[in-house]
């Protein structure tokens, strides 16, 4: 989807991390957040590292009813990082994405493969490596600029580093230790979400944490899903493709404030719910969407989804690729198109 939307987003500042040290706060006050702060790595260019084990706050952020928006959640997160010492701020931020997923499944092999499409030279991506005390271990990546902290924030002090941390609440995608894969892609229109009632309120990114913590296949994502209210994060309509080592895959999309599934092995930008949203998005999504449905019966293999997936990607603005391989629990990673030398994660 290729259109220039303004965001409100996440914003802390460096002072927060300043004020932690220079107040002296005990270790064991803020421990986890410490240890994940010193993981923080550099892996590529434009990318970083980040792997955070033990109690980062989502399974209370759910209980206290999520948030219904940026604004509410950036608060609740500065709370867990700060104790409460800390009120952000909040800055407006550009953003234009598309991207691209495909999952296979067949003997001996289980794959979805995600293209993270955005329109800008800026920016760095972050690899996240979670370990909750409750909840699934999983690895997710996001792309820095949405946490507000400035075009192209790179975490190389420790203040940066541990501002980074908020990126736990941020994934545009990942798997889980069950094989579970979900993805966020823009869909076709500027339909916004705001779903009203007495559930909890999710935004799309924290959606997204949700599941990875939580579910372990498909039908369980959904059932989650549908017990909370969504509320799209960046002010345009989303759909979330969401797959399982079983090879169950949907894409879940909002019309006219419902949540609607459809199965689906492919989701570009376009809706794919039956009814008079069927198809709204551009050319070009249209466009992707048949080249991978003319190549997917041949992708049985890590390397086959990755050229694949180097098929429907664009110079410039496919800031990384994935093949998550559910059967045997691996990612691997693409850097800005280098097809060649993927970084591989797994849960060993």
């Known amino acids: 989807m290729k259109k220039w939307v303004k965001i409100l987003i996440i914003v802390v500042s460096s002072v927060l991390a300043l004020t932690l040290v220079a107040a002296g706060f005990a270790v064991w006050t803020f421990g986890d957040n410490v240890k ?11 990318l970083y590292y980040l792997e955070f084990e033990g109690d980062y706050g989502f399974q209370q952020f ?21 104790g409460g010492f800390y009120k952000p701020q909040l800055e407006e931020v ?18 979805m493969g995600r293209n993270y499409d955005w ?33 192209g924030f790179a975490p190389e002090e420790f203040s940066e580093k541990y501002m980074s941390i908020a990126a736990v609440y941020v994934p545009l995608d990942g798997i889980n230790e069950k ?14 979400t705001k779903q009203k009632s007495e559930k909890a309120d999710l935004t799309t990114t924290s959606a997204i944490r949700m599941l990875l913590d939580n579910a372990a296949d498909v039908d369980e994502a959904i059932e989650l899903l549908s017990q909370c209210d969504m509320n799209s994060s960046i002010g345009m309509a989303h759909h ?60 049985k293999s ?8 180097e098929s429907v990607s664009y110079e410039n603005e ?25 970084l591989s994660f797994d849960f060993n």
Not at 66 to 79: L, P, R
Not at 120 to 143: F, L, Q, R, V
Not at 280 to 297: L, M, P, T
């Open 36 to 46: 994940a702060a010193s993981s923080v790595k550099k892996l590529d260019e434009k």
């Open 240 to 299: 979330i493709s969401i797959s399982d080592r079983e090879g169950n895959s949907v894409v879940v999309e909002y019309v006219g404030g419902e949540m609607v599934v459809t199965e689906t092995d492919i989701v570009t930008n376009h809706y794919l719910a039956e009814g008079e949203k069927f198809g709204v998005g551009n050319e070009e999504s249209h466009k992707r969407f048949a080249r991978i449905e003319e190549a997917k019966e041949s992708v």
């Open 318 to 342: 496919t800031k990384w690729s994935i093949v998550y391989d559910k059967e045997n629990l691996t990612m691997d990673f693409y850097n800005r198109r280098d097809f060649q030398s993927p």
């Open 62 to 82: 759910l209980k206290e009813g999520g948030a219904a928006s940026e604004e509410e959640m950036a608060e609740y997160i500065i709370s867990v990082m700060s």
């Open 302 to 309: 890590v390397e086959a989804m990755a050229d694949c997936m």
């Open 179 to 192: 094989g579970l894969c979900v993805a966020d892609l823009m869909a076709g229109d500027g339909e916004v």
């Open 119 to 151: 329109h800008g030279e800026a920016g760095n991506a972050m690899i996240i490596h979670t370990k909750p005390d409750e909840g699934y271990e999983s690895y997710s990546t996001t792309w820095l600029d949405f946490l507000g902290f400035g075009d």
């Open 94 to 111: 550009k953003m234009d994405f598309g991207c691209s997923t495909l999952s296979t499944k067949g003997e001996g092999y289980s794959l």
